[in-house]
């Protein structure tokens, strides 16, 4: 076969610039389909390169036309995808419908021994592990009243719990990989766990 009698598969020069041209029309047609301007610039993006791959054998005076069909099977397709993710959400939750708190006096013991060993850590490790763990804050939080950046306080979250593992693991030995519950290690206690 000649390069000449090769098919096709990509839209003339012609229909892309008319695609291009019409770029607000389209991102207006799907901002008014679905839930905000960053899910029609995503969607509107990815038929843009599906259209260019598959837009082989389109007439370019009817490019648009066609465009418009790929527009709204990719909003279509959207809301499918989210009513199945939405439906597995669901499940996943039936499944596990409480989530069991500690008994109150094993919530006391565990707090008090893991406090204990906070006061170990480097004060930004402490700070860190209160702000998010804690106190259930976000990584935003501690970054705000760390002065870093989310990158770096989520950094800084990850090595606080390695260190404060290592910390468990130092003064609870073995109870740290059984989870012992009947915990009398030096943390909780003053000596070290037999178990």
Known sequence: MTQESTPSTALS?????????GHKQ??????????????????????????LERGAGVDDEKVVAWFYRVLRNAVIDHYRQRSTAERVTEAWAREFPDVQEPEAELRQ????????????LKPEYREALQIVDLQEGKLKDLAQQSGITPENAAVRVHRARAALRRRIEQACGTCSVHGC???????????????
Do not use: H, M, N
């Open 181 to 195: 519950l009947d915990c009398s290690c030096e943390a909780s206690s003053g000596s070290k766990c037999g178990g």
């Open 109 to 120: 013991e565990i707090c008090q021994c893991v406090s204990s060993l906070l006061d170990t």
């Open 26 to 51: 389209f991102l207006a047609f799907l901002e008014r389909r679905v839930e905000s301007r960053a899910v029609a610039e995503d969607i509107l993006q990815a038929a843009f390169t599906r259209g």
């Open 13 to 21: 020069p012609e229909a892309i610039a008319q695609l291009v041209k």
